[in-house]
């Protein structure tokens, strides 16, 4: 091993061009965090906007359409560029082969790839924006007859999302095979880490269901340059088609960017209640049923779509038969923190929020699967609401708490305490007085995506305008206190939380090669353990020791 492989992954090799052409998974990681971050702060700099636009019931300083082009900018930039690829291209790069006790993935050249797809498609979305004729109007799902309006900036988007659907299935395919090939002696599936088994899961999502986005983004397409009656009713097509088709996909897509955030929940659990996960195999196995079962459910965004009564009646039981698995996890959290000797932590701090807001998210989602509800409640600003308590009171407070806990494995560096708890406790307060107002709103029958409303309803936008406002300070306080860090805060050591997994057993920011030793076997033989540190060097090989599960 050179002198250079031991010298910490930021460091080794300098340079703009070191960046460009790294094969370094963790350098990787890295590059997509910052980008979906970027898009973060760009899709949520949008929201505000629209929450400003609606404090009155008429115009106050957006018109229809430009209103029209902020929702769907929000929605296409959240879900396409950061939601979905956020925590498995940016953690699960990071992480994931570390936790392995892998040196890298199976292939870092389709690696780099897959992220440089992303940002290409990244890059014409931006264009579509800023520079092509045509307002992107269509809402994030491109629904039809919108999105074949012969609109040469949707045109732009839904091929740049057919680009990066790309890089969702390549990165994809790389986990799976890193996994099933590049685990450390002894390290058996019922030995992984519970977020490993989250990515695996994701994986299967991504490689099976995106193809479907990408075929029906394509015929998008070539509908609006050829005039091919695919969905347009004018010329012979099927508007509805297209529901089934996007949903099939973007069903499976929610649990895309929900079970990476299961993961690393359970990650947290067990470094900051200090006791073994409870029911470990449960857990493991209900991300591989989440994902399957995602597969069958696409049909209850569509129950005033059209579709037959005892296709509402299949679709209303498996919506709700998917909830078990995901209750399993709920509970097998719960039991986990009973009696733990819980540290409240900043990522703590997320994971209680997680716990509570997601909850909430999908005790609604079970009362949208119920068709006679969804008739009443189906296009208001309850979906709106329940949407957010999934995705940004699940996917996104995960992904917060993950990046507050790997940011000293990341970086080196630690960030202040204080500042991380006050940012968590203000963008939970700010979430819930944001979102909460909507279910009300929504269950008295205002409708979501309209710019004007009766003045009945100002109320309750006035109360969830403070409450975005609320959230975004902060956002953007956790953002200046883990860049403030880089600069000021206190040096990292290697496992600053206590935690028992293989990338805590690493010097932080780690090495090149990820351990500092890797030409000497890592032995794994479980997951985590805390009734004692087992962890030892032991006849020259470096040797991980846990309970078995």
Same mark, same amino acid.
């Given at each position: 091993?050179?002198? &250079?492989?031991?010298?910490?992954?930021?460091?080794?090799?300098?340079?703009?061009?070191?960046?460009?052409?790294?094969? %370094?998974?963790?350098?990787?990681?890295?590059?997509?965090?910052?980008?979906?971050?970027?898009?973060?702060?760009?899709?949520?700099?949008?929201?505000?906007?629209?929450?400003?636009?609606?404090?009155?019931?008429?115009?106050?300083?957006?018109?229809?359409?430009?209103?029209?082009?902020?929702?769907?900018?929000?929605?296409?930039?959240?879900?396409?560029?950061?939601?979905?690829?956020?925590?498995?291209?940016?953690?699960?790069?990071?992480?994931?082969?570390?936790?392995?006790?892998?040196?890298?993935?199976?292939?870092?050249?389709?690696?780099?790839?897959?992220?440089?797809?992303?940002?290409?498609?990244?890059?014409?979305?931006?264009?579509?924006?800023?520079?092509?004729? &045509?307002?992107?109007?269509?809402?994030?799902?491109?629904?039809?007859?919108?999105?074949?309006?012969?609109?040469?900036?949707?045109?732009?988007?839904?091929?740049?999302?057919?680009?990066? &659907?790309?890089?969702?299935?390549?990165?994809?395919?790389?986990?799976?095979?890193?996994?099933?090939?590049?685990?450390?002696?002894?390290?058996?599936?019922?030995?992984?880490?519970?977020?490993?088994?989250?990515?695996?899961?994701?994986?299967?999502?991504?490689?099976?269901?995106?193809?479907?986005?990408?075929?029906?983004?394509?015929?998008?397409?070539?509908?609006?340059?050829?005039?091919?009656?695919?969905?347009?009713?004018?010329?012979?097509? %099927?508007?509805?088609?297209?529901?089934?088709?996007?949903?099939?996909?973007?069903?499976?897509?929610?649990?895309?960017?929900?079970?990476?955030?299961?993961?690393?929940?359970?990650?947290?659990?067990?470094?900051?209640?200090?006791?073994?996960?409870?029911?470990?195999?449960?857990?493991?196995?209900?991300?591989?049923?989440?994902?399957?079962?995602?597969?069958?459910?696409?049909?209850?965004?569509?129950?005033?779509?059209?579709?037959?009564?005892?296709?509402?009646?299949?679709?209303?039981?498996?919506?709700?038969?998917?909830?078990?698995?995901?209750?399993?996890?709920?509970?097998?959290?719960?039991?986990?923190?009973?009696? &733990?000797?819980?540290?409240?932590?900043?990522?703590?701090?997320?994971?209680?929020?997680?716990?509570?807001?997601?909850?909430?998210?999908?005790?609604?989602?079970?009362?949208?699967? $119920?068709?006679?509800? %969804?008739?009443?409640?189906?296009?208001?600003?309850?979906?709106?609401?329940?949407?957010?308590?999934?995705?940004?009171?699940?996917?996104?407070?995960?992904?917060?708490?993950?990046?507050?806990?790997?940011?000293?494995? $990341?970086?080196?560096?630690?960030?202040?305490?204080?500042?991380?708890?006050?940012?968590?406790?203000?963008?939970?307060?700010?979430?819930?007085?944001?979102?909460?107002?909507?279910?009300?709103?929504?269950?008295?029958?205002?409708?979501?995506?309209?710019?004007?409303?009766?003045?009945?309803?100002?109320?309750?936008?006035?109360?969830?305008?403070?409450?975005?406002?609320?959230?975004?300070?902060?956002?953007?306080?956790?953002?200046?206190?883990?860049?403030?860090?880089?600069?000021?805060?206190?040096?990292?050591?290697?496992?600053?939380?206590?935690?028992?997994?293989?990338?805590?057993?690493?010097?932080?920011?780690?090495?090149?090669?990820?351990?500092?030793?890797?030409?000497?076997?890592?032995?794994?033989?479980?997951?985590?353990?805390?009734?004692?540190?087992?962890?030892?060097?032991?006849?020259?090989?470096?040797?991980?020791?846990?309970?078995?599960?």
């Amino acid at each position: 091993m050179s002198h &250079g492989e031991n010298i910490n992954y930021l460091i080794a090799r300098r340079g703009f061009w070191s960046w460009v052409i790294t094969l %370094d998974h963790k350098r990787i990681g890295l590059m997509y965090l910052a980008t979906s971050s970027f898009f973060f702060m760009m899709g949520g700099i949008y929201a505000l906007l629209l929450r400003f636009e609606l404090l009155t019931p008429t115009k106050l300083f957006v018109d229809a359409d430009t209103y029209n082009q902020l929702f769907s900018l929000h929605g296409i930039i959240m879900v396409f560029l950061f939601i979905i690829p956020a925590i498995p291209a940016a953690m699960g790069n990071f992480i994931m082969p570390m936790q392995l006790g892998a040196m890298d993935v199976a292939f870092p050249r389709l690696n780099l790839f897959s992220y440089y797809l992303y940002a290409t498609g990244a890059l014409m979305i931006l264009f579509a924006i800023f520079f092509m004729p &045509g307002l992107v109007d269509t809402g994030w799902t491109f629904y039809a007859p919108y999105s074949i309006a012969q609109n040469p900036s949707v045109v732009m988007v839904a091929l740049a999302i057919f680009i990066m &659907g790309f890089s969702s299935i390549l990165t994809g395919l790389n986990f799976i095979v890193t996994i099933h090939t590049l685990r450390a002696p002894g390290l058996t599936w019922f030995r992984l880490p519970l977020f490993v088994w989250a990515l695996y899961a994701t994986s299967v999502i991504q490689v099976l269901a995106t193809p479907v986005l990408a075929i029906t983004l394509a015929l998008v397409a070539v509908e609006n340059f050829f005039g091919v009656g695919i969905f347009d009713p004018a010329l012979g097509g %099927d508007p509805v088609l297209f529901q089934h088709f996007f949903w099939f996909y973007s069903h499976p897509a929610v649990y895309i960017m929900i079970v990476p955030a299961f993961g690393i929940i359970s990650e947290l659990i067990t470094a900051f209640s200090k006791r073994d996960i409870f029911g470990y195999r449960f857990i493991a196995f209900s991300s591989i049923a989440i994902a399957l079962i995602g597969f069958l459910v696409w049909g209850h965004h569509m129950f005033v779509a059209g579709q037959s009564l005892f296709a509402g009646m299949i679709f209303s039981f498996l919506t709700f038969f998917v909830g078990i698995p995901t209750a399993v996890k709920i509970f097998n959290w719960m039991a986990t923190l009973y009696k &733990g000797s819980i540290e409240l932590k900043t990522p703590m701090l997320y994971v209680l929020a997680f716990l509570f807001l997601f909850t909430v998210g999908g005790l609604t989602g079970i009362m949208l699967g $119920m068709v006679s509800v %969804d008739i009443h409640l189906h296009d208001t600003y309850f979906v709106v609401a329940h949407f957010h308590y999934v995705m940004m009171g699940g996917n996104v407070i995960a992904f917060l708490g993950g990046v507050h806990y790997w940011w000293p494995k $990341m970086t080196g560096k630690m960030y202040s305490e204080f500042w991380g708890r006050l940012s968590a406790s203000l963008i939970f307060i700010g979430f819930n007085v944001t979102f909460f107002m909507q279910f009300v709103m929504g269950s008295l029958g205002m409708p979501r995506r309209y710019y004007s409303y009766d003045p009945e309803f100002q109320i309750y936008h006035v109360i969830s305008t403070v409450g975005s406002w609320i959230v975004g300070v902060g956002l953007f306080m956790a953002l200046f206190n883990l860049l403030l860090s880089l600069r000021s805060g206190n040096n990292a050591p290697a496992n600053p939380w206590g935690a028992k997994t293989l990338e805590w057993q690493s010097a932080s920011p780690p090495p090149v090669l990820n351990f500092e030793e890797p030409e000497k076997v890592i032995v794994v033989t479980g997951p985590y353990a805390f009734d004692s540190d087992k962890s030892r060097i032991s006849n020259g090989t470096k040797t991980y020791q846990s309970e078995k599960v």
